[in-house]
């Protein structure tokens, strides 16, 4: 019994350090960019990493807040063609599209590749899933939207909730900002670079804070439009008030009025007339949408009276089968007779019953 004992013990302590050094064996993440598409070719191995320094150094911080992972940048060729491609991949498709919307200028013209794409002459900018991609070509043809489609579906999906794009973008009103102007922000540094018409101090990203600005041109003037999203309502309405407070003091020229709808905090800032604010600012609508996955209780197959009323049927359906049987069997045979007397024939009385004559 010792023996076996000693042995057991081995066992258990061989599959706990086992099992140790797999939790500190960095997990492998599949590969960013396929070897070969749409006949583009990659030249070597391509060059990877995780570091956001590397993969943008002027960036780095912005990168972060985005929840960058890691970046590939390679090389592809075909006869007299070059593409390079840089791909960077973010923990969800929410760090990508606001990294997407980050690097995306208002000079760039909209492409169908990806889930979103933009383009500036022979540079293409898109994301699809968690990954942004930006593609240099030597020249750009007819087919080279396409063969970047191609591309796209090569690149490995996001699973589960890390596809989710935000929800923030659905209420920012587009048909009254300038187009590609709208930026996602997920932290202080991508605010700092967008130059905001409030700091970061007053949106308290600490308080789980999402951005979403944009630029409205019209007729000379121009303002920023900016939606802030909390977790709750009431952090919005407390964060409106420090925002209020802080913007008391306006230039003669200038417009700012915000309002909360929802956990969305609404702000309109610059050099416009005061009814195109607010017509801005009438446009964003928050509106809940509302999922209960708890259990309530209330299913059928928790519901007493479900139950009872379930086996009362059951025990009618049970009776009704009983009583026809009954009938089958009783009257069966009665119905037979009447109906075929010459083949079957009316039992005697006598016959009916079985007898055992028992004598001494």
């Known amino acids: ?25 960095p997990q492998q993440r599949p590969s960013i960019l396929p070897a070969e598409f749409s006949g583009w070719s990659r030249d070597a191995s391509p060059q990877m990493g995780s570091d956001p320094a590397a993969a943008d150094p002027a960036n ?17 060729s075909r006869p ?37 794409g933009a383009s500036a002459n022979e540079r293409i900018l898109f994301f699809r899933d968690n990954i942004v991609v930006q593609a240099t070509f030597d020249r750009v043809t007819a087919m080279s ?42 932290g202080p540094a991508a605010l700092t670079d967008v130059d905001s018409p409030i700091n970061s101090d007053l949106v308290d990203f600490g308080l789980s804070a999402e951005v979403m600005i944009g630029k409205h041109t019209t ?15 009431q952090i919005a309405g407390e964060r409106l008030k420090a925002i209020d407070a802080a913007n008391n003091a306006q230039l003669p020229d200038s417009t700012f009025l915000a309002k909360r709808t929802g956990p969305i905090v609404a702000l309109v800032k610059g050099r416009i007339p005061e009814s195109e604010a607010k017509s801005i600012l009438s446009r964003v609508s928050y509106e809940a949408d509302v999922t209960w996955n708890e259990n309530t209780g209330l299913a059928q197959r928790d519901n007493i009276g479900s139950i009872v009323v379930a086996a009362c049927l059951l025990a009618g359906i049970i009776f009704l089968a009983s009583v026809g049987t009954g009938a089958v069997f009783g009257f069966g045979r009665l119905i037979l007779v009447r109906a075929f007397p010459s083949r079957y024939k009316p039992r005697d009385e006598d016959g009916d019953f079985i007898r055992l004559d028992l004598k001494d």
């Open 219 to 233: 007729g000379g003037s121009d303002a920023d439009v900016m939606l802030i999203s909390y977790p709750t309502p």
């Open 80 to 116: 007299d063609r070059k593409l390079t491609v840089k791909a960077a991949r973010f923990q969800d498709a929410t760090g990508a599209y606001g990294a997407f919307t980050f690097y995306r200028s208002p000079a760039m013209l909209l492409e169908k590749v990806g889930t979103m």
């Open 145 to 186: 939207a396409g063969e970047l489609r191609e591309l796209a579906a090569d690149l490995p999906a996001a699973k589960g909730t890390a596809a989710n794009l935000p929800t923030l973008p659905a209420y920012f009103p587009r048909d009254r900002v300038e187009q590609n102007s709208a930026k996602y922000i997920m």
């Open 1 to 25: 019994m010792k023996i076996v004992s000693k042995i057991v013990g081995l066992l258990l302590l061989c599959l706990a350090t086992y099992a140790a050094m797999a939790q500190q064996r």
């Open 60 to 76: 780095a911080k912005v990168l972060t807040e985005y929840g960058f992972t890691d970046y590939e940048i390679a090389t592809y």
